[in-house]
DNA sequence: CTGAAAGCGCTTACAG
DNA sequence: CTGAAAGCGCTTACAG
């Protein structure tokens, strides 16, 4: 805390009134009740003390600090960043401040990080839950705090969340390369337990079943986050001239995508022609490849408005429970071919 | 605020001693002065009852948040959620938490958001200063409001800052291109006031000057924030195939280089062939590109930790200014051709 | 129309 | 070794 600034005390000594008086007037209570030459006065007074409330003490008799607590992936990739971008944004203009934090993936420090909000006495949480944070989760549940899951959720947790229908988005993107005349069509995702990436495999199994086109083990590559960028290498290298080579692929984030068509950059195959992509995510840096990649685009601003509203809600009325389900938008780019069938 | 949560009152009545006594243990105070076994009982209960101190009334009292504000230019682009990221973990291991918003390079979104921070009674600031906020950060100085800025400052004030050498890091790239041959040289950079902006011109003018060769004003193209993709398009025209042509262009920032290389992309110009590039800050999908970018690295990390240990200090002993200038590295990548001289 | 008073949950000299 | 008491800067019934 900064310097000694002017108190409720110093305006109402300098106007020659009690402090519940000032507090009255500056907080627009009792509206018509109160002397306007006073009011007047009072706020003259204020202006020039440049008079500025001090939330702490507000906070700690009203027991609300308007701040809301955020818990990250990770503040430095894009995904996280556009999201916290939007909710910063929507909770500004609803007058409530922002705090966040990093998970890094990992549960124990994201334990520690609701614990950190949560004594900062934060009015609820926005959460991108971590693999291995479900009983975390279910705590808070069971102390009441209001909270919202964004992107992740646990199927067996009856939550607030905000996340992509993952299944319908990566079917979606399966089926235009169905529909492009691909067949060979690999998914590369991540090894995890998080049930939204389980729902994207889903997703990729169901398109292909729904054509009649037979899974092969060989075409899904779960890479492990801590070792992304060899385990990329050989996935793309096994899928582009293994036993059985794919003639599309389907990354299912930004990271596995990037990494990705690195790789496929280095191993000179040609795109779309020998190998089709799509990407997750956006990212204005796609453009820079020679075949920009069409790619699911998430409705990140959507899903930071819409998880803070909730929130806000979930605040004010403590009852109703929202989950909500949004569809990516598939963003057909220079890397698939233009669909050969429109009825799908 | 959550829930009614255990407070000191509830441990010292089921213990039957003062609230003072059980701030006393659990604070660690009056350390070999309290009986070892009202200790262990305070320690017992507290943790039954999952006592949460309540850093609100904390705060109050010791007038003390232990929460640093942050203003970045726009959380959402790669530069400032990387310093965020950084400037986070090194928060969180001294125990800070950090609060943070997005100027938008809009001096009035900029003090708005200070006033905010300061309302929320955070212990200091770190600023990444929008043109026009020099009376802003003077006013900050003026109260005594322990800041350092970031990435930019105002040659004018005397104040903390971690920033960038520009003239140094520019140059250095300029002269790499002359070592490499290039003679024609372009610099890509913004309209604005800000001083950082300008130290980055006055680097490329210098490493001309020192090499005799003579500025060309059509070289220097200053683009607009507001209008970023149609001026970038002009300028990369104009600057392959103007009156003037270039072999050699440096951008003096991520978005410029970015949309820059997109726009080269475009016209078919090849790179480092008929073009040469420098781009600013590290991006993973500089890669994408077909030849990856020569690059100035700057030293995020560092700055971001650095402004950090600078604010602590300047929160507890508040007398000492620091400033320092880091050098960016230059990473040769294919958008040049290596340097035929080594003695420079 | 206005003020005295209690209290939010802590900390910390002070007294014993 | 321990407790009563004041106070951080606010808000808000209550009384007049």
Redesign the interface.
Known sequence: ???KKTSLKDIAQAVGVSTALVSYVLNNKKEGRINKDVAKQIRKVAQELNY??????K??KT???F?LGLVVA?????F???L??YI??EA?ARNY??????SEENPAKCQKLI??????????LLICAPDGSESQIADLQR????FVLIDRYFPNLKTNYVALDNFQSVRKAVLHLIDSGYRRIGLVTFKTGLFHISERTRGYRAALADNAIPFKKSWLKEINRDNLKPEIAKAILELATGKNPVDAIVFTSNTLS??G??EI?KLSVRVPDEMAVVSFDE????????APPTYLKQPVEEMGRLATTILLEAITANNRITQASLEATLVVQASTKPAVFTDK
């Open positions: 805390m900064i310097g500025q409330p001090n939330q702490i003490a906070s700690l027991n609300k600090t701040t990770d503040i430095g990739n894009q996280s960043s556009s916290a971008r910063e944004d500004d401040t922002v705090i966040y934090g990093s614990t950190t909000l949560l004594n900062r006495q934060v009015d609820g102390q009441h705090v209001p990037i990494n068509l690195k950059k990212t204005e840096a796609y453009d820079l490849f020679y």
